[in-house]
């Protein structure tokens, strides 16, 4: 079998650099048996900041993907990459140009615009104060105010998805099914949020609980990785998503990312509901 292949990918930001990273970890994601050696360089908006950033540059030649606004740092970093023989790319100007050309106007250049404390920004902040604190059934009596619910036996990943959602801006608590436990009567009630149901197989569901009964050092000879006893937990899970007509997303092969993508679909859908009335 070959080895892996590795190359040296800097990348260069006036902001925080998570445009950069999410872009170039998803096309570098297709390359079988290559490795990106990753440098990043965030909220560089100055000279001297650069020229930190060229100096790692000429000493380990590679890609250089930058989102830079001023047209003096980014002539200097050009010119260091071509210098280097480092094949580089403004990222956002494709797409900057596009847009341009379609609105027939120009954008204003602002560093880290899209991170702006806006009222957008206040409303992410919100949701996930909401979130954590309506983390795994707590406060049931103000489940109504959450935008989206989440529920599922134990390890069909409620809090990581309810934290993604929190962070596009959902508010977004989580309920675990747990067996010989009722529901609260606020959920059975919920009108104006979107009640979703998280399942897995049962060979996932043990894995995972496995796992996490090893890393606590805990006895793992109980029902709570008993196959047989976990499958009926999912079934009957299910049986109360579809008595309740909830929609249903199977998490086993999904990434976190997958499955809010998916949520925030039902979402707008739900909202349509209520837009209609």
């Keep these: 079998m070959p080895g892996r292949s590795y190359f040296h990918l800097h990348l260069v930001s006036d902001s925080t650099g998570e445009t950069l990273i999410t872009v170039a970890r998803a096309v570098v994601a297709q390359y079988e048996g290559v490795a990106a050696i990753e440098h990043v360089y965030p909220l560089v908006r100055s000279t001297t900041q650069l020229e930190r950033v060229l100096s790692e540059i000429e000493s380990a030649p ?3 993907l930058y989102t830079l606004v001023d047209q003096d740092l980014t002539t200097r970093l050009e010119e260091v990459c071509r210098a280097t023989g480092s094949p580089y790319l403004s990222v956002l100007e494709p797409v900057h140009r596009m847009i341009s050309s379609y609105l027939g106007t120009h954008s204003t250049a602002r560093p880290g615009a899209q991170h702006m404390l806006n009222a957008e920004y206040f409303k992410r902040i919100d949701a996930m104060n909401f979130t954590l604190l309506h983390d795994d059934g707590h406060l049931p009596e103000d489940l109504d105010e959450a935008d989206v619910i989440l529920m ?3 390890r069909t990943s409620k809090t990581p998805t309810a ?3 929190a962070n596009r ?3 977004t608590a989580n309920f675990p099914l747990v067996p010989g436990m009722p529901m609260p009567p ?3 009630a919920a009108k104006k949020a979107l009640i979703v149901g998280l399942v897995a197989t049962p060979e996932r569901i043990v894995q995972i609980r496995q796992n996490r009964l090893l890393s606590l050092n805990a006895d793992d000879d109980t029902s709570y990785v008993d196959r047989e006893a976990v499958a009926e937990e ?6 109360l998503f579809a008595r309740h007509g909830w ?4 998490v086993t092969r999904r990434s976190i990312e997958e499955t809010a993508a998916a949520i925030l679909d039902l979402y707008r859908d739900h909202r349509m509901k209520f837009i209609a009335e």
């Design 62 to 64: 590679g890609i250089v």
């Design 247 to 250: 929609p249903v997303i199977d």
């Design 163 to 165: 934290i993604y959602l």
């Design 186 to 188: 606020k959920l059975e």
């Design 152 to 154: 599922g036996v134990s």
């Design 169 to 171: 801006g959902l508010k």
């Design 234 to 239: 999912i079934a009957a899970s299910r049986r």
